[in-house]
C-alpha cells in the first residue's frame, strides 16, 4: 500500500490493522514495524490514522511498545505529543459521557484510551510533553492553544475536570 505519497488516513488505519496484527502474529519483527509506523507518523492523516487503531482498537500494540516504536513516536515530535493530548483529553471527557448514560461497555473502551495515552505520554520527551500539558490546563482555565478544541465539543465543567484528573497522572 505505502510508496512516497502520503496516506489518507483511511488508508492509514487499514495499514496500521493490517501491520499491527502481523506484528501480533509475529510476522513482522518489532523493527520492520517501527520503520513502517514512522513513515505514517510523517504526515497528519498517517498519525492519525495510526493512532485510531492503536490507541483505541483491539491491538495491543500500545499496551507492549517496543522500543523501536518509543524512539520511532519520539523522533516524530511535538505534532505527535500534541495528537495524544488531544486524545486524552477527548477519553478524559468522553469516558464521562458513557458513564452518564450508562454505556459502560464504551466507557471502558474510552478508559482504554485514556490509559493509552498517559502510558505513551510518560514516555515521550518530557519538556515537550509538559509544556502542552500546561497548555491544556490554561485552556480548561478559559486561554490558551486548546481553547477552541475544547470549546467545539463543547466540555462541560465536570468533564474538564475529568480531563484535569487525567492530565494528573502523567507524571511530568
Not at 33 to 42: G, H, P, S, T, V
Request: aromatic fraction near 6%.
Amino acid at each position: 500500500m505505502m510508496n512516497d505519497t502520503k496516506p489518507s488516513f483511511e488508508q492509514a488505519m487499514n495499514s496500521a490493522i493490517v501491520w499491527c496484527k502481523s506484528w501480533e502474529d509475529g510476522e513482522l519483527s518489532d523493527e520492520v514495524l517501527a520503520d513502517r509506523i514512522a513513515k505514517l507518523l510523517e504526515s497528519n492523516e498517517g498519525a492519525r490514522g495510526f493512532f485510531v487503531v492503536s490507541l483505541a482498537g483491539d491491538c495491543p500494540i500500545l499496551d507492549r511498545m517496543p522500543d523501536p516504536l518509543i524512539l520511532e513516536i519520539r523522533k516524530a515530535g511535538e505534532d505527535i505529543i500534541d495528537l495524544i493530548v488531544r486524545n486524552l483529553a477527548m477519553s478524559s471527557a468522553i469516558s464521562l459521557h458513557h458513564e452518564r448514560n450508562c454505556d459502560f461497555v464504551q466507557k471502558a473502551r474510552s478508559q482504554r484510551v485514556n490509559y493509552r495515552c498517559i502510558d505513551l505520554l510518560r514516555q515521550l520527551e518530557p519538556n515537550a510533553v509538559k509544556s502542552r500539558l500546561d497548555n491544556l490546563l490554561q485552556s480548561i482555565k478559559g486561554h490558551g492553544d486548546y481553547l477552541s478544541f475544547l470549546e467545539r465539543w463543547d466540555y462541560d465543567n465536570e468533564q474538564k475536570e475529568a480531563i484535569r484528573t487525567s492530565i494528573n497522572k502523567v507524571p511530568y
